[in-house]
Every structure is written in C-alpha cells, then in structure tokens.
C-alpha cells in the first residue's frame, strides 16, 4: 500500500509517518523501482502500535524501545515493558498533581478578582502575579 493509504488506514498522517521514519522509529519494508515506498500489513500493524504507544503518552523513545521489544519478544523480558509503564505512570501522577495546583492557584485568582470595569491598576490577578 502507498503512504496514503497507510495514513488512512493508520490514523497517522502522511506527514507524520514521513518523519517517524526519518527519526528511524518506522519504515516502509520495500520501495519500488521509483523508490515510492510500499507498505504491507506488518507496517500498518506496527503503524497501529506506535499511535496506540502515543496515546498511551510514551515518548518516540519508549515507543522505540516498546517496538524493540515488540519486533523480539523472545529476547525480551516482560519486566522491561513493564518498567516503561510503571515510569510513565509515575510521570503521570506528578503531571497531574502539578495541573490540579495550577486549577488551584488560579482558582484562588479568579476567586479574589472582582472582574470588573475599574482600571487594570487594581486588578487581584495582576497584583499576585507581581509579587515575587
């Protein structure tokens, strides 16, 4: 199949596609003779694996090292798999509880600015944000 219909069948942009293969995280198994590149099942396949890795929120390098691991299980233990997730859980968690101090925080700006008309010299928001 051509790039386009990998892009369609994938969920993965044309675009896209074209730069995980320059950063060597993908490629098309064959190229024809006007070096068009030409994809099979196994390339959507993996194609699926990578968005699937990205929606899970692993970089291009744990996608990387997941593919590795994928592409040669028997060389493989489930621990290391494993341990990419347990990270990304972990990176997760902290992300998260640094979004709900930042809801907090301007929670408590939106609180204590009345939102009005007056000049911006007296606005809440601005005067905390000042402060060091």
């Known amino acids: 199949m ?3 219909d990998l ?3 994938s969920g993965i942009s044309a675009h896209t596609l074209r ?3 320059k950063t060597g995280l993908f490629s098309a198994s064959q190229r024809n003779e006007s070096n ?4 099979s099942q196994d ?3 993996t194609a699926k694996f990578i968005k ?14 997941l593919l590795a ?3 040669d299980k ?3 233990v489930c621990a290391e798999a494993k341990s990419i997730t347990s990270t990304k859980i972990t990176d997760i968690t902290q992300q998260i509880a640094q979004l709900k101090q930042m809801q907090k925080t301007l929670q408590q700006l939106e609180q204590y600015c009345c939102g009005g008309q007056e000049s911006a010299e007296f606005c809440s928001i601005i005067a905390a944000l000042e402060q060091e």
């Not at 699937?52 to 090292?65: I, N, P, V």
């Open 74 to 76: 028997s060389q493989h």
């Open 69 to 71: 691991i994928k592409h």
């Open 2 to 4: 051509k790039i386009s």
């Open 36 to 39: 068009y590149r030409i994809y």
């Open 52 to 65: 699937r890795s990205k929606e899970c929120g692993f970089s291009l390098a744990e996608t990387a090292t």
């Open 43 to 45: 390339d959507l396949t």
């Open 19 to 21: 730069y995980y293969e």
């Open 7 to 9: 892009a369609e069948r």
